[in-house]
């Protein structure tokens, strides 16, 4: 009997494991497809050329060279870099707030943090801080306004979630307000279409050099809350529960909140609102592994990496003007998430 | 009398009203206790303090020899399990995997890889002949699977003292009487035993000892055919008579 169950339970986490290594060799397909394509495509054989030519075993006219080169690695590097890391971060921060909260249709923003990085951005480019200085505001915005949130729910001494929720209701509606008032104060002719335009969400500001920072956060984020991955389903069979089974709870809430809070400020600032993806993918995620965070967190990143990849190849390649990343994110994602409810197993909501 | 659990002089206090007074009674090994009164009698906040989710203002709680606060959490929940009422949680965990929770206290950081650990839910599965439920979503069973899947948790805590929060609730008959037969053997092979009911009538059989709890203080404790006589039921529950069965 007992060995019966072993051997179904080594069976699932192996499928587990399995799912993992899949969702990360589509993401390196993705990856390399989104190098080939854009407005000048590079043939999947050009880039095999390309790289053999780099590696010294074939030869390429010079000339040719340091355009693929220069289009590679000056154009699309850091924007496929930061939308696969943005992409893996949201969904990361999506299926957290889902297993603190125990609610499956909680989104990244449910404690302000978009709203305080969009006041954030704003006041950045109002008072003309340039684009890293706009970035930097946008990051504090975003952890103020959940800072708020928690603040205001502890204020009240009950340490429930319902208070929390409420605590970010008032803290985005805080935001909200403060950035409308940016938006009237705003010079409509300089300062309101790039406030518009940032909201929209778009990977155009990105640098290269800060690919590696956010990288390693997000390694770091992942690798922390997919430890404590079985803690984290604790949670979801309420507060009392969890403490009867020796879990922190208000230690481990509050960590994976403002883990997953740094990570979400920490792409908004760079990336404008992109919503949408910290909902969807986490439910796709559990859809195919069932709902074990040290499963799902992994698998969510992959997914989400792999979704914000193709949906910025859409936005680099369907018009010649670009469209904001962010648009498309919300068009597709409802799309997914009406697809995803048919789906969703009894007792989700 | 092997005491597990041991409790004197426990009093609790809200808001300036009483809701404990002076209260003593330990849990014996072997021994399936019931615990009974009307509601806001003070079951629930007793069986809080129990668990060590709320702390003690007054008088001691040895748990396992060992007084209560000097345990830190995970050393307690080694100790002391807790079965809740069978609720469903939001998301589809497999009932394998709510067991699993139960080894949290050994093994809380990674996956569960130890051996050991793997052992114990296996084994506490088969204890409650549920190992056929192991990959069903818990959110998918019925009341009693569900009740069976979170005594074979508190099982897989490696726990000797079970607190049970009205397992008889929402579960037919025959689940029922499944849910009291393992309840007997867990108590027999030496787990100590406390669980709320509102069913005095079958307390009285299904019970070796039953704790009458009445406005925050404990009005009889014994063996179950004693306590809960007609009588006591009627003072304890305010009937004028009991109906004859």
């Known amino acids: 009997m007992t060995a019966l169950t072993f051997s179904t339970d080594q069976r699932k986490s192996g499928s587990g494991i399995g799912l993992i290594v899949g969702a990360t060799l589509l993401l390196a397909l993705v990856t390399i497809f989104s190098f080939c394509i854009g407005r000048y495509p590079i043939a999947p054989l050009d880039l095999l050329h390309f790289a053999e030519t780099a590696l010294g075993v074939r030869e390429m006219p010079d000339a040719r060279y340091r355009i693929i080169h220069s289009i590679l690695f000056d154009a699309r590097l850091p924007r496929i870099g930061a939308a696969a890391l943005i992409g893996a971060s949201l969904s990361i921060t999506g299926a957290t707030y889902q297993a603190v909260f125990r609610n499956p249709l909680v989104s990244p923003d449910l404690l302000g943090v978009l709203s305080g990085a969009g006041f954030g951005a704003a006041l950045g480019i109002i008072l003309g801080a340039g684009i890293s200085g706009v970035q930097t505001l946008s990051f504090l915005g975003g952890i103020s306004a959940v800072i708020l949130a928690v603040l205001v729910a502890r204020s009240f001494a009950a340490r429930s979630i319902l208070m929390l929720v409420f605590g970010g209701l008032v803290s985005t509606a805080l935001f909200t307000a403060l950035l409308s008032i940016l938006k009237y104060v705003a010079d409509p002719e300089r300062q309101l279409p790039d406030i518009v335009f940032w909201l929209l969400g778009s990977l155009t500001q990105v640098q290269l050099a800060q690919l590696p920072t956010i990288a390693f956060i997000l390694g770091l984020s992942l690798f922390s809350l997919a430890g404590l991955g079985r803690m984290l389903d604790a949670l979801a069979m309420g507060d009392d529960e969890a403490r009867t089974l020796g879990v922190p709870v208000e230690v481990l809430r509050l960590g994976a909140i403002a883990t997953a809070t740094i990570l979400a400020a920490l792409t908004v600032s760079i990336a404008g609102m992109i919503g949408w993806i910290g909902l969807i993918i986490p439910h796709v995620a559990r859809l195919l592994t069932g709902p074990a965070n040290s499963r799902v967190l992994p698998l969510a990143a992959c997914l989400g990496a792999v979704f914000l990849l193709l949906c910025d190849d859409l936005a680099r390649s369907i018009s010649e003007e670009e469209i904001p990343v962010g648009i498309l994110v919300d068009l597709i994602g409802v799309l997914a998430f009406l697809g995803v409810l048919r789906f969703l197993r009894r007792g989700w909501i | ?245």
């Open chain 2, 1 to 245: 009398m092997n005491s597990r659990l041991t409790v004197t002089g426990l009093g609790y206090r809200l808001g300036g009203r009483t809701i404990l007074h002076d209260l003593a009674l330990n849990l014996a090994a072997g021994e399936l206790t019931a615990l009974l009164g009307t509601n806001g009698a003070g079951k629930t906040t007793l069986l809080r303090l129990l668990l060590g989710l709320l702390p003690a203002q007054k008088g001691t709680i040895l748990i396992e020899g060992r007084a209560l606060e000097n345990y830190g959490r995970r050393a307690l929940a080694r100790a002391i399990a807790y079965v809740p009422q069978g609720h469903v949680p939001a998301f589809p965990y497999t009932a394998e995997e709510i067991v699993m929770l139960g080894r949290l206290p050994f093994s809380p950081f990674g996956p569960l890889a130890d051996p050991d650990d793997r052992e114990a839910a296996g084994a506490a599965l088969q204890k409650l002949a549920i190992t056929h439920l192991a990959q069903r979503p818990y959110t998918e069973l019925s009341g009693g699977e569900r009740q069976a899947v979170l005594i074979a948790r508190a099982l897989a805590q490696g726990a000797r003292i079970l607190i049970l929060d009205e397992p008889e609730t929402g579960l037919d008959f025959g689940q029922q009487m499944r849910l009291f037969a393992h309840l007997q053997q867990l108590a027999q092979s030496g787990y100590a035993i406390l669980a709320t009911t509102h069913d005095p009538l079958r307390a009285r059989s299904l019970f070796d000892r039953a704790i009458l709890l009445q406005n925050g203080r404990i009005t009889a404790d014994g063996p179950s055919m004693d306590v809960l006589t007609d009588s006591a039921i009627e003072g304890l529950y305010g009937i004028d008579r009991l109906p004859s069965f």
